[in-house]
Structures are given as structure tokens and as C-alpha cells.
């Protein structure tokens, strides 16, 4: 048996977006996929999050964010339109959905309301009227709507939600059992850009890549922002030099550090701790995730988070051709061998076993010149968008995190998305 809970509430653009490509994205491995609708700002007051996080957001990542989400849109082919009102209250229309009995045709036409109509479905008239053109009695359900079944019927599930890990939207619970009385399998996910995960874990096998390589040299520089310090840009490193070769673009690796970025743009030196708990544990299980997906070896390192003001300077030190392969040796003995790689011995014998001096290459770390092209670099980071690493530039298009990577690849091509 192979079957998926998809959480949704309307208010999130990414469970919009998820609601188009759900059904056939899980039902094609042979499984069955139930919507959930849930009250999303249920979940975030359990849970310690703030009602509406992009308000709390940095401005470069609330930028993005907001790029993201029409890049998603059209990547899939999705009409989207930010509502002017958004977010809206979408209590009443969850509890109208509910008492639709028939939940995946009311949450797509209010969906359609919400997010390529723009319309405000905190408003009565507005949810009947989208009810009535998906052929229901949008008076009567909003009526239903109203009744203590139908109001316990919501907070049940939302309980249930947050029972099941959920700690946002969309949500996915995949269940797997492979022969009767055998204990099931059960994986959350989180996000529509998650979607590809759940299906190879329905598939138990990795999807083909989703853009064809180029035919002719990219006009493009692919930069690549990262830290040692950050495992998803340890991921992204095992990736990226794949991704420039095949879209035929030259690649140029930029260290700067994540730390005086995050204390740039206001945000907590060490995100993942101020995580609710949920969330947390998600990301630590989707770093492995994305490891297998990519062929990487990962081990959480002991030393957690790294000073990584060293290794960068190093970097700097080396002249452009030499850094790729110093890069990732000093990955992997972080991600990989749970190394110090803040540790003079540690990194000279690294920059040794690639032929350099690692004993000048340790002491140079102190030069002046060295410490201000590494407060430049982080400085020129922030100042051209970044808001986390990794973070990647195809000539002024922005892009975070190693999971955007087939985005980055596209843009190699001569993408051009439509809101930049």
C-alpha cells in the first residue's frame, strides 16, 4: 500500500501551487493521495511560529520568496496573481470546503478564487459565489459552515496535522507498506518543491533530470555563494560543477561568510536552532534526502555550527583554478569525515595533500588583505540580494538553496522568468 495525506490551507501560495500537480504526481507510482485541509494559523500559534513569518523575514529573502513563488508558477505553467488583500482569512472557506463533502473539487475552486483571481475568500459572498460555479449550493455550505460539526470537525483536523509533524504548508505524509502486517513507512515532506522527493520515494528511484543540457556555450557566468558552514551548501557543491558543465557556462566559486551575512540582514547566526521543533527535524531528514538524491555522503558533524573564517581566507588565498578542488576537500572533511576544519593542523594537511604549502597557506589567513577580501566578499553578498547560502547568480537573477538548482540550470539556457 502507497498512500499520501496532502495538507493544504488556501492561504499558502506554495499548497496552490502544490494543488495543481498533486494528484498526478502520486497516483502515477501506484498510490492514493487524500487532501487534508487544515487551519494553518492553528499549527503556527501550537507551535511557536508567528502568524504571518514573511513579515519576520529579512527583506532580501521576503524578495525572493515572492519571486519564487511566480518562478514556480511559471515553471509549471500555474496562472497566479498575488491578492492585493493577501494573507486572507480562510477559516470560513476551509470550514465550507469541509462541508462540501467533496473537498478536492471545493478547495480547487477556491483555490481559483484565491490565487489566480485574487479575490478576498474571507468574504462570504466571495465563497459562495466560487462554490456555486464548481456547481455547488454555495448558500447552504455556508450555512453547513457555521454549525459546531463542521467548526470541530476543522480544529480536529488541524489537531491532527500537528499530531502528524505538520509545521506548515503543504504538507505531505507519505505512508509505504510493502506486505501485510509489516510496520508502515512514513515519511513528511514539506513544500511543493518537494513534490520530486515524494514521488521517488513512492517510485524508490530517482527522477531524471528536468532540464535537457545545452547545445551551444551559455552566454552566462554561473557565481556560486557559499560557506563551508552551511550542509545544504555542502550539497549544493557536490552539484553545481554538473550543472555549469552541462549548460556549457563557466563556473566561479564565491566564499564569504554566512555569519556576517546573517548579521547583516537580521537574521539568527544559526537559523536551524531557532526552528520550532517540527520544522527542525524536518530539515535535518530533508538534508539527508537531498544527499541520496545527489550521491553525496553526509554526516552530521559533532562540531555544529563550525567557525569557517580560516578555510574562506584560504580559499581566497588560492589563485581561481585551484579553488575547486580545496573546496571540496574541506566539504567533506566537515560533511563528511566530521573534521575541524577550523584547526590549523586539520587544514594544512588538507591544502598539503593538494600540493600547496599548507603551512603558509594557515599563516596567510592572518593577512590583512585576506581578512578584507572576505569582509568584501560578504559585504558584496548582501548588497546583490543574498539572504542564506547557497545562493546563486546568473548574471542579476538571484537563487537560493541547493533544491533551486534546476532553476539555476534553466537560467544557464536563457530563461528569463516573467517577474524576474
Known sequence: ??????????????????????????????????????????????????????????????????????????????????????????????????????????????????????????????????????????????????????????????????????????????????????????ELYWGQDRLALVEEMLSGKTLPNAVKPAEKDSVYTLEFFFDFSSPFAYLASERVEEVAKRARAKLVWRPFLLGGLFQAVGTPNVPLFEMPAPKRKHSGDDMFRWAARFGARIKFPSRFPMNTVKPLRMTLALAEGDRAPFIHAVMRAYWSEDRDISDNGVLAEIASLLGHDGQALVMRTQDEALKTALRDATQEASTRGAFGAPTFFVGDLLFWGQDRLDFVERALGGWRPACG
Open 1 to 186: 500500500m502507497k498512500h499520501v495525506d496532502f495538507y493544504f490551507d488556501l492561504s499558502c501560495p506554495y499548497a496552490y501551487l502544490a494543488h495543481h500537480r498533486v494528484n498526478e504526481a502520486i497516483t502515477k507510482h501506484g498510490a492514493t493521495v487524500t487532501w487534508k485541509p487544515f487551519l494553518l494559523g492553528g499549527v503556527f500559534r501550537a507551535i511557536g511560529t508567528p502568524d504571518q513569518p514573511g513579515v519576520h523575514m529579512p527583506m532580501n529573502k521576503a524578495r525572493h520568496n515572492l519571486l519564487d513563488m511566480h518562478r514556480w508558477a511559471e515553471w509549471w505553467g500555474v496562472p497566479f496573481k498575488m491578492p492585493p488583500t493577501h494573507p486572507n482569512r480562510t477559516v470560513l472557506a476551509l470550514r465550507a470546503i469541509l462541508a462540501s463533502r467533496d473537498i478536492e473539487r471545493a478547495a480547487t475552486a477556491l483555490y481559483t478564487t484565491y490565487w489566480a483571481e485574487g479575490l478576498d475568500v474571507s468574504k462570504p459572498e466571495v465563497v459562495k459565489e466560487s462554490l456555486d460555479r464548481a456547481g455547488f449550493d454555495g448558500a447552504a455550505l455556508l450555512e453547513k459552515a457555521e454549525t459546531p460539526e463542521i467548526k470541530e470537525a476543522l480544529r480536529k483536523a488541524t489537531d491532527e496535522a500537528i499530531a502528524a509533524g505538520v509545521f506548515g504548508a503543504p504538507a505531505f505524509v507519505a505512508t509505504m507498506r510493502d506486505e501485510p502486517g509489516v510496520s508502515d513507512a512514513t
